[in-house]
Antibody, heavy 116, light 106 residues
Framework: QVQLQQWGAGLLKPSETLSLTCTVFGGSLSGYYWTWIRQPPGKGLEWIGEINHRGTTNYNPSLKSRVTLSIDTSKTQFSLSLSSVTAADTAVYYC??????????WGQGTLVTVSS | DIQMTQSPSSLSASVGDRVTITCQASQGLDKYLNWFQQKPGRAPKLLISDASKLEAGVPSRFSGSGFGTDFTFIISSLEPEDIATYYCQQYDRPPRTFGQGTHVEI
């Protein structure tokens, strides 16, 4: 059973760059898209984007100008970078396996707070 | 982008009740719709994929149906542990959008 473990800074100042990494245990990155989703406090789920093992990406148009996804197959890791954060980017961020397939495995979530 | 309209946004039901949630897509999805359950402080859990395929280990009181633009999620007999928020999500094409969620309470 694949497991996803994510980590990254939990407190940022406005204009800084959010960086999160997700490590995949128990499986390779091949054959799947790897996805980032976020959830502002008390609100619903927002799809951020996805990347496959070849580095092919799809982004949410509302975030595309600030988001970069990357992947390191040798470390079975994939990462999210979100630039120029504001308070509106405060959310729990999740990584997950799937994309064109169902999101069947999720990381534990990371609360990222943007505050001056 | 495909818009997902989920309803109701919340509902209150009793143990044993039948609960129905609907999700309407702004464009046809074929069968590419997921249903997730999320409990407070937890990551969402995949319950149903391909609109009607129950994931392994998920109780049979949960079911899904639909094709194209109209989808339905049913809990046939509500249990106390089903208190959660439920989300639909289309994965036909990116951006792979979610519905707004339905909070189910007793």
């Amino acid at each position: 059973q694949v497991q996803l473990q994510q980590w990254g800074a939990g407190l940022l100042k406005p204009s800084e760059t959010l960086s999160l990494t997700c490590t995949v245990f128990g499986g390779s990155l091949s054959g799947y898209y790897w996805t980032w989703i976020r959830q502002p406090p008390g609100k619903g789920l927002e799809w951020i984007g996805e990347i496959n093992h070849r580095g092919t990406t799809n982004y949410n148009p509302s975030l595309k100008s600030r988001v970069t996804l990357s992947i390191d197959t040798s470390k079975t890791q994939f990462s999210l970078s979100l630039s120029s954060v504001t308070a509106a980017d405060t959310a729990v961020y999740y990584c997950a396996r799937g994309g064109a397939r169902p999101l069947d495995s999720w990381g534990q979530g990371t609360l990222v707070t943007v505050s001056s | 982008d495909i818009q997902m309209t989920q309803s109701p946004s919340s509902l209150s039901a009793s143990v044993g009740d039948r609960v129905t949630i609907t999700c309407q897509a702004s464009q046809g999805l074929d069968k590419y719709l997921n249903w997730f359950q999320q409990k407070p402080g937890r990551a969402p859990k995949l319950l149903i994929s391909d609109a009607s395929k129950l994931e392994a280990g998920v109780p049979s009181r949960f079911s899904g149906s639909g094709f194209g633009t109209d989808f339905t999620f049913i809990i046939s007999s509500l249990e106390p542990e089903d208190i959660a928020t439920y989300y639909c999500q289309q994965y036909d094409r990116p951006p792979r959008t979610f519905g707004q969620g339905t909070h189910v309470e007793i």
